[in-house]
């Protein structure tokens, strides 16, 4: 038990309750009664030392408070937290934003931002602090580990919550006419402050600095010749560098295939899956470790090698373990699942037309080339156990994602073909293979030329945006900070800069949706909480159309808004897969049609796409918030990752722990339906989560995995990214008679009449 307390000048004095007490009183001002002080300051007291360092003492009763595991908890940790951090960081007092962005110029973690002194001065009027008062703990330490300034080296430390969001307002605000600025900076560190608007990680980490690597995600093919190969690898290798995770599609012959006309036998795909895993995992990004998922298909003929890749039963020599895959098909292979069929997997050597129709929006020409294939092949493979194999791996290592090639290719405005997605699936772009290293450095894009797809993040928190037109604004600066981010990255080759700057592609999804059905009392399952789902993935949708349109007006529409399908009016509603509509009992709210006018007289829009829904499980701590779209799977977590442990808890949780849906009572077919709804407004995709519960000795059968599959091809999903298990320590999930594997049960041909 505490008795002296020890000071930060080292003089000692006697302990004082009525001192900690008093932080109790002032908490609960605002916090309310479930505030529970007296059990926290009881407990730290206890457990400290009879002497015990002011330090000390906040440190222990920021770890009591967190132990509760309540809300209210989490917030009065987080208010002792930011005095804490105060002491840590500026032990001489806080400085100005100006005195900050000085000491990290001349410490070298900081770009010279041209500002003058008036301006620094009318942004530390601006810049509030007691927000940090606010926040939870998880949202304080999140940002100070993961996102703040610091020297890695020495450990020394800059940046508290408002200065961060304050750097990378003034940053993305520096290029605006003067007269504007101070607007501008208001509007983006507002947002941020209040956690209306979510940067994604490169954004926290690089704005403001001399790190100019905006782009979340990258994604690229590499052709059937050495020469694209090697670019592929060096694309990989370079945008790990600049932070972006990797999407991988590699359009090659397979085992056996001849090379030189037959002077030489072909490895197929390993050795090239294995070479670009190299390039990624030589570098750990800012912030962010390498990564990447490669694509292939159902009709790929290494699909039984591929699928066994992460698999720990493979051996060891033949296992590439360092990247995730996505299994791709289409409605015709999901017609012969559900027929329980047999289908013929073809090469790309000698197929290349065939292989290139396979991603078409009309699927006649594959289907129909496809037909006279089967004919005469002479390998055929079950596609239901195919499709079994790779919902399997899905299931018990929860990281073989899937795609629909024909959906990516229907439900979008582009009219080039999308062959992959990036690496968390949700970016759906048009990528094209370059045909050497050299290419890359091409000063000016000609036509023909490859193409790297390039996509920068941002994230809308329904919850905080108070009103209509507030989501409106934070529309319209989500869109604007990637515009900035786009123009003012540095690109290590310059076609990669002339065709993300033609292309202007963008992705603003939403976060913390859990929260906001919570607190407004609806469910993922019902009918009620579809059809409010419907009217939010609306909302969203069209306010960012319309900030595109704004910002056509104000910049200029894309470049290559041609290559569009806006100029001609395209709208999400028009191409979606039209059974969703069956699963909720409301109509469009918004008037499209007058918005479809507006976009056809202005050309098109600025971005030649608006929307995605990442999973944001970083960037979400950092505003306090449930991950992205997603239920949550506990009113409370430990979340933890290489630099700390975070305790999160839900927000509002005390409140709302009745309104809160667990993603384990969620049925699989309920969250497909889910996502459906979002993907029906959405121009790019869904990092579409799945939940499995396995206790005990429960098993998934293999005609549920069937049934998952068929449901998403049936409600148009362009994708579906990780299989969650929740399963009992008896579960074992490393044999072939897992809890995955249960017999195939019998399915009627009910599905495979309409696919």
């Known amino acids: 038990m505490i008795k002296t307390i020890i000071k930060r000048d080292g003089t000692e004095q006697a302990f004082d309750p009525e001192k900690v007490n008093g932080w109790g009183i002032w908490g609960s001002k605002t916090l309310g009664s479930t505030l529970d002080w007296g059990s926290v300051v009881i407990d730290t007291v206890n457990k400290c030392p009879e002497k015990c360092t002011s330090l000390e003492l906040q440190e222990n009763l920021i770890k009591e408070c967190l132990q509760q595991q309540t809300w209210e908890h989490a917030r009065m940790a987080g208010r002792l937290y930011s005095a804490l951090l105060d002491r840590i960081i500026y032990p001489n007092g806080k400085p100005t934003v100006r005195q900050l962005h000085a000491q990290l110029f001349v410490d070298g973690l900081m770009a010279f931002l041209n500002y003058s002194e008036e301006e620094y001065a009318e942004v530390e009027s601006i810049i509030d602090h007691k927000q940090d008062l606010k926040y939870a703990h998880v949202q304080l330490n999140q940002t100070r580990f993961k996102y703040a300034l610091r020297n890695k080296i020495t450990g020394k430390e800059y940046e508290t919550q408002q200065f961060v969001y304050m750097r990378m307002a003034m940053a993305l605000a520096e290029d605006e006419p003067k007269e504007d600025r101070m607007k501008h900076i208001r509007a983006w560190y507002n947002h941020f402050s209040h956690n209306r608007l979510n940067p994604p990680t490169p954004n926290f980490v690089n704005l403001g600095t001399n790190l100019n690597g905006y782009a979340s995600c990258c994604l690229y093919s590499a052709g059937d010749t050495w020469e694209s190969l090697a670019a592929g690898d060096h694309i990989a290798y370079a945008m790990t560098c600049m932070s972006a995770g990797i999407g991988t599609h590699i359009k090659t012959r397979s085992v056996g295939d001849p090379v030189r006309g037959g002077l030489i036998i072909h490895q197929g795909k390993l050795p090239y899956y294995r070479s670009m895993v190299g390039a990624v995992s030589a570098n750990l990004q800012n912030g962010r470790g390498g990564a990447s998922t490669v694509y292939y298909s159902a009709f790929d003929p290494e699909v039984e090698v591929i699928q066994k890749l992460r698999n720990p039963m493979t051996p060891a020599a033949k296992r590439i373990a360092g990247c995730h895959y996505n299994f791709g098909s289409n409605k015709l292979f999901a017609r012969k699942v559900a027929r329980d069929e047999y289908f013929a997997p073809f090469s790309y050597y000698g197929n290349e037309e065939m292989f290139e129709a396979m991603y078409d929006k009309d699927q006649s020409k594959f289907e129909s080339m496809y037909a006279e294939y089967e004919k005469t092949a002479t390998v055929k493979l079950k596609a239901r156990e195919i499709l079994i194999s790779a919902q399997t791996e899905a299931y018990e290592t929860g990281v073989h994602y899937m795609h629909f090639m024909d959906t990516m290719n229907q439900h979008t405005p582009f009219l080039e073909k999308i062959y992959q997605s990036n690496l968390c699936v949700e970016v759906f772009l048009p990528t094209e293979t370059y045909k050497s290293v050299q290419e890359l450095y091409k000063p000016v894009w000609e036509e023909g030329d490859?193409?790297?797809?390039?996509?920068?993040?941002?994230?809308?928190?329904?919850?905080?945006?108070?009103?209509?037109?507030?989501?409106?604004?934070?529309?319209?600066?989500?869109?604007?900070?990637?515009?900035?981010?786009?123009?003012k990255a540095e690109y290590k080759f310059p076609s990669l800069g002339n065709t993300a700057k033609a292309r202007m592609s963008a992705g603003v999804g939403l976060m913390g949706v859990a929260h906001y059905l919570a607190k407004n009392g609806k469910k993922f399952d019902d009918q009620e909480g579809r059809d409010f789902v419907h009217e939010m993935a609306e909302t969203h949708m069209w306010h960012l159309i319309n900030a595109s349109l704004r910002l056509g007006k104000e910049l200029g529409n894309a470049p290559w808004m041609h290559k569009t399908k806006w100029p001609q009016?395209?709208?999400?509603?028009?191409?979606?897969?039209?059974?969703?509509?069956?699963?909720?009992?409301?109509?469009?709210?918004?008037?499209?049609?007058?918005?479809?006018?507006?976009i056809i007289e202005n050309g098109g829009i600025r971005n030649s796409v608006v929307s995605c829904f990442m999973p944001g499980e970083s960037s979400s701590q950092s505003a306090g918030t449930t991950n992205g779209i997603y239920p949550i799977r506990k009113l409370s977590l430990i979340k933890t990752n290489d630099t700390q442990v975070n305790h999160w808890v839900a927000p509002d949780a005390t409140k709302l722990k009745n309104k809160y849906q667990s993603a384990w009572?969620?049925?699989?077919?309920?969250?497909?339906?889910?996502?459906?709804?979002?993907?029906?407004?959405?121009?790019?995709?869904?990092?579409?989560?799945?939940?499995?519960?396995?206790?005990?000795?429960?098993?998934?059968?293999?005609?549920?995995?069937?049934?998952?599959?068929?449901?998403m091809v049936k409600y148009g999903l362009k994708s579906r990214y990780y299989v969650v298990s929740n399963t009992s320590k008896g579960v074992d999930l490393t044999t072939t008679e897992s809890a995955f594997t249960a017999p195939v049960e019998e399915l009627g041909e009910c599905e495979s009449c309409s696919l």
């Open 665 to 711: 009572d969620i049925k699989t077919a309920d969250m497909i339906k889910y996502y459906a709804i979002i993907q029906k407004f959405t121009d790019q995709g869904i990092s579409a989560d799945l939940y499995i519960n396995v206790q005990g000795n429960n098993k998934v059968s293999s005609t549920d995995m069937v049934q998952d599959y068929l449901d």
């Open 569 to 598: 009016g395209w709208l999400p509603i028009d191409t979606y897969e039209k059974r969703v509509d069956s699963v909720v009992t409301t109509g469009l709210k918004r008037d499209w049609e007058t918005l479809r006018k507006d």
């Open 450 to 487: 490859g193409e790297i797809g390039l996509c920068s993040l941002a994230g809308v928190l329904p919850s905080n945006c108070e009103t209509d037109e507030v989501w409106a604004d934070v529309a319209y600066y989500a869109l604007k900070m990637i515009d900035v981010c786009i123009h």
